[in-house]
């Protein structure tokens, strides 16, 4: 592969998204080959020297279907390294309960268990995967996301990668459901006060007026704001330094719907402009929606 060109891994549980993932790669101009025997990375690189340069950012799924050809992969990463090709590990996971329910409604056989349980397929799966999930440098979870939603993180991640800087995602969440599986940071604001208990309150969100000045009123709010954002600063240039490209920053509340979206959306507003690509996502503000639209491979 030559200079300007970029290869990313797609890897992940079976259920998770790689395929959405890869048709959405497709579409931004990336060349996609799916279930890709790791061993055939060295050729197929030699393949793509041959073609002048015309092909310029690839994706390559491999994943446990690869059966005994995918514990090479590691030989694989290790060829890419030694080569100098920038590469990048794309992790698609889910929580266990929600893989479970999408094979279910396809009733789809999971690779690892074709005659058994799907859960025992997925746990033997996220054993086989733990090493490989460790490399990854972008972990996506895609429990709660719409294909719509995957496609639209996936735009931010990889649009333009030659040039990307530090891809911060600021996300908030509620407990209840969940701390979030692609978290690199995690931040509890449970103790400040919630506007849940304030009958007037507790049918906006975090994004409405009343409920931001309520809890920005707390003085440890302010305090708690002016100190983590202090941290982040600290530490993102060290982040980028390590040659890390997506740091995903979870702040959590009880339901997701108060505290950690004011706090979520104060953070973001105050990384703008300094040089990284700062994206918010709200991960359960829709939770008393249906679910519909959800995913699988």
């Known amino acids: ?162 040039a990307t800087p530090l891809q911060v995602t600021l996300m908030s969440f509620g407990y209840k459901y969940g701390v979030p599986l692609d978290a690199d940071l995690v931040m509890d604001v449970r103790f400040l006060p919630n506007p849940y208990y304030v009958k007037e309150l507790r049918p906006f969100s975090g994004h409405d007026r009343c409920v931001e000045e309520y809890i920005l009123r707390s003085p440890a709010a302010a305090q708690f704001l002016e100190m983590f954002i202090t941290l982040l600063r600290f530490l993102l240039p060290y982040y980028v330094k390590e040659g890390k490209t997506h740091l995903v920053v979870a702040i959590g509340c009880t339901g997701g719907l108060h505290r950690s979206v004011t706090l979520t959306n104060k953070v973001a507003a105050a990384l703008h402009g300094e040089g990284y690509r700062v994206t918010v996502r709200h991960r359960d503000l829709r939770r008393e929606q249906p679910d519909n639209g959800r995913f699988l491979d």
Request: aromatic share 8%; charged share 30%.
């Open 1 to 162: 592969m030559g200079k300007e060109q970029y290869l990313v891994i797609v890897t992940g549980l079976s259920g998770a998204g790689k395929t959405q993932a890869v048709r959405c790669l497709e579409d931004m101009g990336y060349f996609c080959v799916d279930n890709f025997p790791p061993d055939l990375v060295p050729r197929f690189l030699e393949l793509l020297g041959q073609a002048e340069g015309t092909i310029n950012r690839v994706a390559l799924v491999i994943d446990v279907r690869g059966g005994r050809f995918f514990p090479s992969v590691f030989e694989a990463l290790d060829f890419l390294h030694r080569q100098g090709i920038k590469y990048e590990v794309l992790f698609l996971d889910a929580a266990d309960e929600i893989l479970v329910r999408r094979f279910k409604e396809t009733r789809r056989r999971h690779p690892l268990s074709p005659e058994g349980s799907v859960l025992e397929g997925i746990i033997e799966e996220r054993h086989r995967l733990q090493e490989l999930r460790s490399l990854a440098s972008k972990i996506i979870d895609t429990s709660e996301l719409t294909p719509q939603e995957l496609r639209q993180q996936l735009q931010d991640l990889f649009a333009g990668t030659e």
